[in-house]
């Protein structure tokens, strides 16, 4: 994406870095730096049926989580699956975090701030 160089220098932005675009009403388009916002990234292990997912992307909504990107993956097909979320938790605490996907059978094996 090509943004003029006046825009760049009032946010500060280098060539190549990344940026949030956020669409407010109809016609106006917000641009920020990405680095303003930290995103916590989860390794989630979910149980291998239909609906665990979706369970657990619930949980993470009911708190404010914001989900960014994801990735799922049957790690044993029928048993265990794979989440890899990189999201904005809001307010939410990991600690309310790891508690509401454990509410819903779902296990934090890593959270790392980047």
Known sequence: MLIP????????????EKVVLELEGNSAVRVEPA???????????LTDS??????????????GVDLVSTNSHSSRRGEAASWEVEC???????????SALSDVGAK????QWG
């Open 50 to 63: 239909p609906g665990a997912l979706a369970q657990a992307a619930m949980a993470l909504a009911k708190l």
């Open 108 to 111: 934090i094996l890593s959270a």
């Open 5 to 16: 160089q006046s825009m760049r220098d009032a946010l500060n932005l280098k060539s190549g």
């Open 35 to 45: 680095r303003e916002k930290k995103l916590l990234r989860l390794k989630i292990l």
């Open 88 to 98: 904005n938790p809001g307010k939410a605490t990991v600690a309310q975090i790891r």
